[in-house]
């Protein structure tokens, strides 16, 4: 069985830095394209990041490019984002999902696995 956890979301205040880390379970991460997705209140989900799961491939929102790094540790089954510059327009639930020998896909309907969702509050 599959499962993606999420942690290290909190409260931060602009300017400031988060790492979210997405510990997955019941899979050879490294056969996986990992993303990460948010979702504020009232809005879709909408696309972060995400990386091809041969980890040649790396695509950012233009909302958090050059804010925003994926990263992976495939031993540790962890991908991670790390998060810079934070601003109040950053603040929803950050997801990760996966899906195997993905492409590293902007489309949410292309992970077939999530994990439950961790919060992220930017205080002005």
């Known amino acids: 069985q599959v499962q993606l956890v999420e942690s290290g979301g909190g409260l931060v205040q602009a300017g400031g830095s988060l790492r979210l880390s997405c510990a997955a379970s019941g899979v050879t991460f490294s056969s996986y394209a990992v993303a990460w997705f948010r979702q504020a209140p009232g809005k879709d989900r909408e696309f972060v990041a995400a990386?091809?799961?041969?980890?040649?491939?790396?695509y950012y929102a233009d909302s958090v490019k050059g804010r925003f790094t994926i990263s992976r540790d495939n031993a540790k089954n962890t991908v991670y984002l790390q998060m810079n510059s934070l601003k109040p327009q950053d603040t929803a639930i950050y997801y990760c999902?996966?899906?195997?020998?993905?492409?590293?896909?902007?489309?949410?309907?292309?992970?077939?696995?999530w994990g439950q969702g961790t919060q992220v509050t930017v205080s002005s």
């Open positions: 990386r091809s799961w041969s980890g040649g491939n790396t």
């Open positions: 999902a996966a899906e195997i020998k993905g492409s590293g896909s902007y489309y949410a309907l292309h992970y077939h696995y």
